[in-house]
């Protein structure tokens, strides 16, 4: 019997709006995966506000953990190490995740590891039966970010290429804002895109394409959005949101596949709350030249979750990497 077969891990993430607890059996089996969502305490100011969100990470985190042990069918002194996010985030979000997950590790003497988010987010679908093999390219798509990386091995990740200005998700939620739609914008625009009869308002590429740049830009494709709706009242909202998201995501395929010819790598994660858009995955496909191996996480691992960190928690505890008491917390990765 493989040794590492029944280590249970505790995993807390409270990086942004959602808090989440979770149990995952050996780093890659999900006995249990509570989520509460605060989209609804932030929709009427279309975006996150810091000192809401930690409130309410506040009221909620000790009934959602108690919910993932119940849920996993086990106890506290069943856990051998205890996972959290401790960056990027905001930081009073992130204080209380870690500062919970810091009192059960001291209460049961049982290690803390603290955990980086973008790493768990591209750590997600090997929750999901795919096997952990490096190195990969990871694309990394949701509000607060967007990058590549060349990922060599568990917490060594070369950032290859970033946003220069806004988040991907960031745009589908400022385009949602100015056309009136809900927050987040990311699924409502999916959706309404759908509808759209004509599909030719085709909006600039974002950057040029030189070779081997791997930077991304979301702010300029958002102020095309609203100058040309600005100059054409009439055109309905899902031919506009159709050729924004076209545009928007399309650049995330280009570049994603100039990544994986400049380095060699065909083995590719994309993950993030913007991974969920079943559009980027067609266009994944049709950029494709068919050797890759594509891994995209289910939706709900790809939107915050805290499987994902107890997962990747696993892998630096059986490498016998933990974390001190006095661990901080960050927001920048
Ligand atoms: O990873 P995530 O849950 O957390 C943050 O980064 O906060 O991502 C949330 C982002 C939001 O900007 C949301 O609009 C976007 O992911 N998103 C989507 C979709 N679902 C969520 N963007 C495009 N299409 C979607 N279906």
Request: proline share 5%.
């Amino acid at each position: 019997m493989n040794p590492n077969s029944d280590i249970l891990g505790l995993g807390i993430e409270s990086s942004c709006d959602e808090t989440a607890a979770a149990v995952v059996r050996s780093g890659n089996e999900v006995l249990s995966n509570c989520i509460f969502s605060q989209i609804s305490l932030h929709k009427e100011y279309f975006g996150v506000v810091p000192e809401i969100a930690s409130r309410a990470h506040l009221e909620v985190i000790n009934g959602l953990i108690a919910k993932a042990l119940h849920d996993a069918g086990i106890g506290f002194s069943d856990l051998s190490y205890i996972a959290a996010t401790n960056r990027p985030g905001l930081v009073g979000s992130l204080l209380i995740g870690l500062q919970s997950a810091k009192a059960i590790s001291f209460a049961l003497k049982k290690p803390l590891v603290a955990v980086n988010h973008l790493e768990a987010h591209l750590y997600a679908p090997f929750l999901e039966g795919h096997s952990l093999e490096f190195p990969f390219i990871g694309l990394l798509v949701s509000g607060g970010n967007t990058a590549l990386y060349l990922v060599h091995d568990v917490g060594n990740m070369e950032l290859i290429g970033k946003t220069v200005d806004d988040a991907v998700g960031e745009a589908f939620d400022k385009v949602a804002k100015f056309l009136s739609l809900e927050y987040p914008g990311g699924p409502v625009i999916e959706k309404l895109a759908k509808n759209a009869q004509k599909k030719n308002i085709l909006f600039p590429k974002i950057l040029p394409d030189p070779e081997e740049n791997f930077r991304f830009s979301y702010s300029g494709i958002k102020t095309a959005v609203i100058n040309y709706c600005k100059a054409n009242p009439r055109i309905p909202k899902e031919e506009i949101v159709f050729s924004f998201q076209e545009r928007a995501l399309e650049i995330l395929a280009r570049r994603l596949f100039d990544a994986v010819k400049k380095f060699g790598v065909g083995r590719i994660v994309v993950a993030g709350g913007v991974a969920a858009n079943g559009r980027l995955r067609e266009i994944i496909d049709e950029y494709r030249s068919g050797d890759e191996t594509i891994i995209i996480p289910s939706k709900i691992l790809c939107t915050d979750n805290a499987a994902m960190a107890a997962g990747i928690g696993y892998q630096y505890f059986v490498r016998g990497i933990k974390s001190p008491l006095d661990t901080d917390v960050y927001a920048r990765g």
